[in-house]
């Protein structure tokens, strides 16, 4: 278990080191590090501080947003298969974010996309949470999550559906795959408050989380309030993944597979797969952003087509891995 | 020393009378059987006991504080759930997250508790195990050493011997026993009435919506009884090998 933190800190930490030295201009990646943090005067330190630690820092920040809102969604419900887009926050964040860029906000104010996404996350969990009422199952979340997710996407679909501007709807449909270029230390700050505000919420949701392993009556009469872990989850998966998904746009399967890859590495226990799927989600994005960069330099490949690229193969890994333990 | 009471207990669900006006009182020492024919409320009137459920009259248990009422009875529900593939010892281990404080790890304390009830409950060979992977009977064993690795003055179980075999049920039941001797209590709901007679110190007996009858096995495995609530006869002997009770006829 130590190991296994040892471990994915390392990679974490290796992988934020060469997101920082990585980039276009053709420099040593120890003249890069020194420029970041001392300040040499030369556009390089511009560009370290400006251009490549914003992009490390929310790559991270998001990465862990999705990994732990996974592993929280996941045990939450008890259910592999759930994923932190499950209650609808994706979906409504990305809706508020087209009609931003649609009724031009987002080219007027200088925030205009990510505080109206912001805006769409809040409306649509808040919905959600009345739909699903205080105190029902875990089931009628799902229904409530599945029906705003459904609607969200299908008002997206109508913006592009009647958008006049040939320009928009492209500019929609780029965004909606999810990328990390050109991001400033303003998107940092706009998105790491919300998100460490959600970390907080979901990284205490350990042992409640153990606790609900025996379902949710045996939780219960152990002493764990369903009520308040209920709006743990949520608020909590609101806040970072709404942060997340309002700077950086939709990236998928990160929250659904890296709970999954690491789950028998923790002993299946859903607390400790938390903070292990905090680091996993950092690293595979970092990752996945590097990669980006690696393989398409000039081009504009978009983050979430990485992970979907990456997370499906891995995926069906895992399916062929339970077949076989099934048989 | 009253361990829980119950007093006037109604259950209303979706406008069906499910329990009406049921008192209860469990002292120290006791193993009590819940019995009655399937849907005369045994799992609601426990779960309604530990406030699982929205009832109307008092129970002691359902007043407290969650975390003080966790500490003061254990629940094992009917559905054998494990969500995940955990290992058996981790899985026992849960029965302590009562005792726990926020952010407290699990100390040498909780590890002991949990080796006694794994060892109570002959689970020691299993312990590395993964739950999900034993089979139906092991994995009702686990939760029950999970139950008495939260070493509560009570413990309400929801029928823990159903799908045991005879070995284990016999000495599930014992075990039952020996914690009623030890100053523990136990309510378990149990449709094998021949291990009830046996090893229960109590039996209490819930038919149409109500408690007909609370007493020792003989008072209230009566043939009157036996024939309107279970629509059976039976044979029922205090042998030097103790009480044996058989089921023999449906009747009526």
């Known amino acids: 278990m130590r190991l296994l933190g040892f471990g994915l800190t390392g990679l974490v930490v290796l992988l934020a080191l060469i997101s920082l030295v990585l980039g276009p201009a053709a420099i040593g990646p120890a003249e890069s590090l020194y420029a970041l943090f001392t300040d040499t005067g030369t556009p390089l330190t511009l560009v370290m501080r400006e251009i490549r630690l914003p992009r490390m820092v929310l790559a991270l920040g998001i990465g862990a947003s999705l990994g732990l809102s996974g592993a929280a969604m996941q045990g939450y419900l008890r259910n592999p298969l759930a994923d932190p887009g499950l209650i609808g926050v994706s979906a409504s964040a990305a809706l508020g974010a087209v009609l931003a860029i649609q009724t031009g906000i987002a080219a007027h104010f200088a925030f205009g996309l990510p505080l109206c996404a912001l805006a769409g996350a809040v409306v649509g969990v808040s919905l959600v949470m009345l739909l699903a009422g205080p105190r029902g199952s875990s089931l009628t979340l799902i229904l409530a999550g599945i029906a705003i997710s459904s609607l969200a996407a299908a008002f997206t679909s109508l913006v592009l559906n009647l958008s006049p501007n040939p320009f928009a709807a492209n500019e929609i449909v780029f965004w909606m795959m999810g990328s990390l270029s050109d991001r400033s230390m303003s998107h940092v700050w706009l998105a790491l408050p919300l998100m460490v505000v959600g970390w907080a919420l979901l990284g205490s949701l350990g042992r409640s989380l153990d606790a609900l392993t025996l379902g949710e009556d045996a939780a219960e009469a152990m002493g764990i309030g369903l009520r308040r872990v209920r709006w743990q989850v949520v608020l909590g998966t609101a806040a970072a993944v709404g942060a997340a998904t309002a700077v950086a746009g939709a990236i998928g399967f990160v929250g659904l597979v890296v709970p999954h890859i690491l789950r028998p590495l923790v002993g299946a226990r859903p607390g400790a797969l938390l903070w292990a799927s905090a680091l996993g989600g950092a690293a595979m994005l970092l990752a996945s952003d590097v990669a980006v960069r690696v393989v398409l330099p000039s081009g504009d490949l978009k983050l979430g087509v990485v992970t979907a690229l990456v997370g499906a193969p891995l995926f069906l890994h895992l399916i062929y891995r339970t077949r076989r333990e099934m048989a | ?252």
Do not use: Y
């Open chain 2, 1 to 252: 020393m009253s361990l829980l009471r119950l007093s006037d207990i109604s259950v209303t669900l979706r406008q069906r009378t499910v329990l009406e006006r049921v008192s209860l009182e469990i002292g120290a020492g006791e193993l009590v059987g819940l019995i009655g024919a399937n849907g005369a409320g045994k799992t609601t009137l426990m779960r309604a006991a530990l406030g699982l459920i929205p009832a109307q009259g008092d129970s002691s248990l359902a007043q407290m504080a969650p975390r003080a009422r966790a500490k003061a009875a254990a629940w094992l529900p009917q559905a054998r759930e494990v969500s995940w593939p955990v290992d058996v010892e981790t899985l026992v281990t849960l029965g302590r997250i009562p005792h726990l404080g926020t952010g407290q790890p699990v100390g040498e304390m909780d590890r002991a508790a949990a080796e006694r009830a794994l060892d109570r409950m002959g689970l020691k060979e299993l312990r590395a195990r993964t739950v999900t992977r034993l089979s139906g009977g092991e994995q009702a064993r686990v939760l029950i050493a999970r139950v008495l690795a939260q070493e509560t003055p009570l413990i309400l179980a929801d029928e823990p011997i159903a799908g045991l075999d005879p070995a284990h049920q016999i000495s599930t039941m014992r075990i039952f026993r020996e914690l009623a001797a030890e100053g523990h209590s136990v309510l378990v709901s149990i449709h094998d009435l021949g291990l009830a007679a046996r090893h229960c110190t109590r039996l209490v007996l819930l038919g149409g919506h109500a408690k007909v009858a609370d007493g020792v096995p003989r008072q209230v495995l009566t043939p009157d009884n036996l024939r309107d609530h279970f629509g059976i006869c039976a044979h029922f002997e205090e042998t030097a090998q103790g009480p044996i009770f058989q089921a023999t006829e449906v009747v009526g």
